[in-house]
T-cell receptor, first 114, second 111 residues
């Protein structure tokens, strides 16, 4: 049981380049989300999805796109990378209903934009 | 400005000491979760509190949800080096779909 798998683990980009961060889960969770973690800021919600075909914005969505074509996958796209997007990105998933559902996190993608 | 403010931001204590971490907001949450994060890994859930005034214990860790559902605390008794890590609180709004994380408390327990 792999849980939440994020790829790649590390990436360096140049300003203006595009890339997709991959996230896959094998727990049949309806809810998936992307966070970024910056020093002293905790985790901030970028985008989330409550099921295949449904996505919505979080606190800091600008500069990022998402799609959810299957229950298992929730990729995050940076269309034109900027240095301000240097961060550690975490994908999480959970069952949708009920207060006590834990979010299961991947191990993160460390992204540097030069 | 973050919706949830955690304090202290850093805490360095000796093994055996007690400590309390606070998570405060002006907003009301339907539930609040506490996570611990180790370097290079994602956060892992410790506990969820749902009812105002609720107290939950997990071995040496005691979690409390404020009566007004706006704040929470984590108390560790007789801290051990294995408790070292980043502690994060996360509040869930009533629409269930968004979690708001605090800025975290970095705990270091020295042997």
């Amino acid at each position: 049981n792999a849980g939440v798998t994020q790829t790649p683990k590390f990436q360096v980009l140049k300003t203006g380049q595009s890339m997709t961060l991959q996230c896959a889960q094998d727990m049949n969770h309806e809810y998936m989300s992307w966070y970024r973690q910056d020093p002293g800021m905790g985790l901030r919600l970028i985008h989330y999805s409550v099921g295949a075909g449904i996505t919505d914005q979080g606190e800091v969505p600008n500069g990022y796109n998402v799609s959810r074509s299957t229950t298992e996958d929730f990729p995050l796209r940076l269309l034109s990378a900027a240095p301000s997007q240097t961060s550690v990105y975490f994908c999480a998933s959970s069952f949708r209903t009920g207060h006590n559902q834990p979010q299961h996190f991947g191990d993160g993608t460390r992204l540097s934009i030069l | 400005t973050q919706l949830l403010e955690q304090s202290p931001q850093f805490l360095s204590i000796q093994e055996g000491e007690n400590l309390t971490v606070y998570c405060n907001s002006s907003s009301v949450f339907s539930s609040l979760q506490w996570y611990r994060q180790e370097p290079g890994e994602g956060p892992v859930l410790l506990v969820t509190v749902v009812t105002g005034g609720e107290v939950k214990k997990l071995k040496r860790l005691t979690f409390q949800f404020g009566d007004a559902r706006k704040d929470s605390s984590l108390h560790i008794t007789a801290a051990q080096p294995g408790d070292t890590g980043l502690y994060l609180c996360a509040g869930r709004k009533y629409n269930f779909n968004k979690f708001y994380f605090g800025s975290g408390t970095k705990l270091n327990v020295k042997p």
